[in-house]
């Protein structure tokens, strides 16, 4: 179970943008036409992400504002993870009720509820903010309904309607977010770019979800180049979000339902952060030298292609045509990023006229997308 997410609305949504096959791309154009995208982050992609960086959220405030508090695995993990992380403050806003409210995970267990929770408004948007936690019901743990009670009886703790409609760029989501340290959410995948300019703007300590091809975009693309952002941990694998009964899935290896639940397979989603980890300070392990021929070079660049991030050789210098999964392991002591060799944006990085889609080419063959990098600190061929 998980975070509900819609196209377009600020429920904890997670969005894919471009997916590898002409029916997934259909299918998501379709559901976004609709406003039926309602997808759901499992918990544990939130653990595996969040357990690597404990110490950095040591005192401070934490926002997650896309997030139905009655829905939302990250508030969830944060609720019950507060005295552990010692956090200061944990504030989450939603942008309206979430239409299966109280019929998933919430404040009140695990458990399906069978009426609405008469206490909770229906058709505001909502704010919590939690400054302490404690084992309101004596059983010896915390858990949420030890939250729930606390609420009900307001005791320390704030929930609230929001007056607007919660949306992140509202005066007072905005308030909010000044007085946040970290932000910790799934914005919305058609607001994606604005969500991380208006971080960008007030300065903020962030890590969100979003769709790989996000880093091909200038702006973002940007801060990644000028070491203002970078990728967090758990960037490999297939990730499963759960979707509606009626959600309809084409490919079948996109697909699995488990006890009953459909589960749908997004494509490559990544964490973007601020944050700062060991793994953006750890050199790539280079084992290939280069030649000519296992490196040929492109028709229209002074550059040499590369494939597989893993094949960079270890003693070249000169400028590099990477795939963009190259960030994932980018340390900016060991590379310098110079720019895309093609965005699918007009005056954007690098684009080839006479070739379809503005990419370089090696012996008249047209490759995929490249980032161009140089090694730094290297001894001249």
Not at 31 to 38: F, P, Q, T, V, Y
Not at 89 to 106: C, F, V
Not at 208 to 226: C, R
Not at 277 to 302: A, C, G, I
Request: aromatic content about 12%; overall charge positive; glycine content about 6%.
């Amino acid at each position: 179970m998980g975070v509900i997410m819609r196209l377009g609305f600020f429920e904890d949504k997670l969005k894919i943008k471009r997916m590898s096959s002409k029916s997934l791309n259909k299918n998501l154009r379709n559901a976004s036409k609709a406003k039926k995208d309602e997808f759901y982050t499992q918990l544990t992609d939130i653990e595996k992400e969040l357990r690597h960086y404990k110490e950095q959220f040591n005192n401070k405030i934490v926002y997650c504002n896309c997030d139905d508090p009655f829905e939302s695995n990250f508030f969830k993990y944060f609720a019950s993870n507060f005295n552990a992380l010692k956090l200061k403050q944990l504030i989450t806003t939603s942008y309206k009720p979430s239409p299966i409210a109280n019929t998933q995970i919430g404040l009140f267990g695990e458990e399906k509820q069978p009426e609405p929770v008469k206490w909770r408004p229906k058709v505001t948007a909502n704010k919590f903010v939690i400054n302490e936690v404690h084992d309101i019901d004596g059983d010896g743990a915390f858990d949420l309904r030890d939250i729930s009670e606390q609420l009900r009886a307001n005791k320390n703790n704030e929930w609230s309607p929001l007056s607007s409609d919660g949306d992140f760029r509202s005066i007072e989501c905005i308030e909010l977010l000044k007085q946040a340290d970290i932000v910790v959410t799934n914005p919305p995948f058609s607001l994606f770019r604005e969500y991380l300019a208006q971080l960008m703007e007030y300065k903020k300590k962030f890590l969100i979800l979003g769709d790989q091809n996000n880093i091909t975009k200038k702006d973002i693309f940007k801060y990644i180049k000028e070491n203002g952002l970078w990728l967090g941990y758990d960037n490999g694998g297939t990730k499963w979000f759960q979707v509606p009964d009626d959600y309809d899935i084409a490919t079948e290896s996109r697909k699995k339902v488990v006890n009953g639940v459909k589960y749908f397979s997004m494509g490559r989603i990544l964490w973007f952060t601020n944050l700062d980890t060991t793994k953006r300070h750890e050199n790539m392990v280079l084992y290939k030298k280069y030649t000519p021929e296992e490196f040929p070079r492109y028709d229209n660049y002074n550059a040499i292609n590369i494939d597989k991030v893993s094949e960079i050789p270890m003693n070249y210098n000169g400028f590099m045509g990477v795939p963009i999964t190259f960030v994932d392991k980018y340390n900016p002591e060991q590379f310098e990023l110079l720019g895309i060799m093609n965005t699918g944006e007009e005056n954007v990085g690098i684009r080839y006229k006479g070739t379809p889609h503005g990419r370089p080419l090696v012996n008249s063959v047209e490759k995929y997308l490249r980032i161009l990098i140089k090694a730094k600190n290297k001894n001249e061929n």
